[in-house]
């Protein structure tokens, strides 16, 4: 099953408010992809974190790794009705050297304009 | 268009019939995976091809699966005898595979529907 876990599992934001999404993991992660569905859409790729405390930063999307390496998190600021869909972490599982993804649940955004 | 594309887009099918998915990823990408994504959960991994050789096969992947990437370049899906429980999205992508590049590229998937 999956070992990466997301909370919360749904938000409703205002327009312009926050969000943050969270990946919690037992075991220490290699790294974290993140990536956002549109509804209807497929996955795409927003960014990857490595090392251990980095912040990554796109626009109003700030993406942090935790100290530990066992959680994540991603924040939106002034969220804009075009933040709507799930999204997604995922480690990339190095042990079997096929870079295959092992995703959380995900976490569905929904923006009231 | 150079993304990832997948064919078809839709399928329903009865229980028990086979079908047959195609995925054609980006020309240079080495590296093929085949997730599946059931309504309101990540997708979840299936089998993993580097080049033409399949490297590892999820537990979720039984006898019934069987997937190919003959030339190192596109990709088939086949699923036989279909239950009810393989209804799904099944989601193709693939990446380059270089250090720091492992981002994966998604197509846009096949929704089968098995009545």
């Known amino acids: 099953g999956q070992q990466v876990m997301q909370i919360p599992q749904y938000q409703h934001v205002q327009e312009g408010e926050d969000f943050t999404t969270y990946c919690n993991s037992s075991?220490?992660?290699?790294?974290i992809q993140w990536y956002k569905q549109r509804p209807g859409g497929h996955p795409v790729f927003l960014i990857q974190?490595?090392?251990?405390?980095e912040v990554k930063k796109q626009k109003r999307l700030t993406f942090q790794f935790g100290e530990a390496k066992k959680n994540s998190s991603l924040h939106i600021t002034a969220t804009q009705t075009t933040d709507v869909g799930t999204y997604y972490c995922?480690?990339?599982?190095?042990?079997?050297?096929?870079?295959?993804?092992?995703f959380g649940q995900g976490t569905t955004l929904q923006v009231k304009p | 268009d150079t993304g990832v594309s997948q064919n078809p887009r839709h399928k329903i099918t009865k229980r028990g019939q086979n079908v047959t998915f195609r995925c054609d990823p980006i020309?240079?990408?080495?590296?093929l995976y085949w997730y599946r994504q059931t309504l309101g959960q990540g997708p979840e991994f299936l089998t993993y091809?580097?080049?033409?050789?399949?490297?590892?096969k999820s537990r979720l992947l039984s006898d019934r699966f069987s997937a190919e990437r003959p030339k190192g370049s596109f990709s088939t899906l086949e699923i036989q005898r279909t239950e009810q429980g393989d209804s799904a999205m099944y989601l193709c992508a693939s990446s380059l595979g270089r250090t720091g590049t492992y981002e994966q590229y998604f197509g846009p998937g096949t929704r089968l529907t098995v009545t």
């Open positions: 091809f580097q080049n033409e050789a399949q490297l590892e």
């Open positions: 075991t220490t992660l290699s790294n």
């Open positions: 020309s240079e990408h080495n590296r």
């Open positions: 995922a480690e990339r599982r190095r042990s079997s050297n096929t870079g295959k993804l092992i």
């Open positions: 974190l490595v090392k251990s405390g």
